[in-house]
């Protein structure tokens, strides 16, 4: 009796390792298409950088943009077709503010998240507790991606003075690609190896 | 009091079998982190399931005693089970010496052939 029980327990044990391991693999894979995470940037998580550089940052209770640019680095275990940046921040002296790739030193291909001329309706509808909650999306597709990282640059031209700035409460990141039910098993896997072999060898 | 004892034993046992799981959990990660570093790290603090891992252990190895089963021979599954560990223990040597070329082989092999031997001989 004991020794069915210890086998049965021996085999739900093997198979919650398999599915333990699993599990994680399905996680890197993204498997169901979205991986998502976000950060308040007063630590390095596994998948988002501080904002850099950190001289033109202040952490306090939330993290302060006192001059720009400034960017963060967006880690990506696999390839993905979208990425969607989600800021919730403060901008109490209405900057327009511009978001995007850093792929050079100068002239990257950036979006506006924040723009004087058309904000005032969208911020309303966007606008809790004091903090504006506005996302941008990019197509990484066209995007080349190094090491498995990715720089996203936040330019603010209008900020001049350092006590002017902005408040950025939090960053979320929605990655998004086909799930393994829209994809083919087989080219699910092999677009993940080889990414892994074009990003990190 | 005797039941006591079995009780004692099965939750002994459970602990043993938790921990020889978790153990080749912790190589198993240590292998994927090494062929793509972060694949584990990014969504499990190792740290803490070391922690697991060595407490499971400490446990097993203060209070477990095996039970005596004098020449009672090893299964198929034994065998298949110390199979698969020594070539994971040859594929991870064989990993870690990489560098040096086509050595590295020779040492992957060396290394599950000691390993199955060395876990042949603890066996029996």
């Known amino acids: 009796m004991e020794n069915n029980f210890l086998k049965i327990l021996r085999a739900i044990i093997i198979f919650g390792a ?33 904002l850099k550089p950190q001289d033109l940052v202040e952490i306090k209770d939330l993290a302060y943009v006192k001059q720009a640019p400034v960017w963060v680095d967006v880690y990506l275990p696999r390839d993905f077709d979208k990425i969607n940046l989600e800021f919730t921040y403060r901008n109490d002296f209405n900057y327009d503010i511009e978001v995007g790739p850093k792929l050079y030193e100068e ?22 507790n004091g903090y504006k909650i506005k996302s941008i999306e990019f197509d990484l597709t066209a995007i080349p991606i190094r090491m498995g990282k990715l720089r996203f640059l936040i330019s603010i031209p ?5 006590s002017k700035g902005i408040f950025i409460k939090e960053l979320k990141v929605d990655l998004q690609r086909k799930a393994i039910w ?8 092999f677009n993940y190896f080889n990414y892994f072999k074009n990003e990190f060898r | 009091m005797n039941l006591d004892k079995n009780l ?29 570093p972060k694949i584990i790290l990014n969504y499990l603090n190792l740290d803490i399931f070391l922690l697991v891992v060595l407490i499971l252990g400490i446990i097993t190895i203060l209070y477990y005693e095996p039970a005596e089963k004098a020449g009672q021979k090893l299964k198929f599954l034994d065998y298949s089970t110390i199979c698969l560990f020594s070539i994971l223990v040859g594929i991870l ?27 042949l001989n603890s066996e029996s």
């Open chain 1, 18 to 50: 398999c599915l333990i391991i699993l599990f994680f693999l399905s996680q890197d894979f993204a498997w169901t298409g979205r991986l998502e995470f976000k950060t308040d940037f007063k630590s390095f998580t596994p998948f988002v950088s501080i």
């Open chain 1, 107 to 128: 002239n990257n291909p950036l979006k506006p998240l924040e723009n004087k001329d058309s904000q005032v309706n969208s911020a309303l509808q966007n606008t809790q």
């Open chain 1, 158 to 162: 209008d900020l001049k003075d350092e």
């Open chain 1, 182 to 189: 829209q994809e083919n098993l087989r080219e699910n896997i």
């Open chain 2, 8 to 36: 004692k034993n099965l939750i002994l046992l459970i602990i043993r079998d938790l921990f020889l799981a978790a153990f080749v959990l912790l190589i198993v990660f240590t292998f994927l982190e090494i062929v793509k």
């Open chain 2, 93 to 119: 040597c064989l990993y870690l010496t990489r560098a040096i070329g086509l050595l590295s082989i020779l040492v992957g092999i060396v290394s599950a052939v000691i390993c199955f031997n060395l876990i």
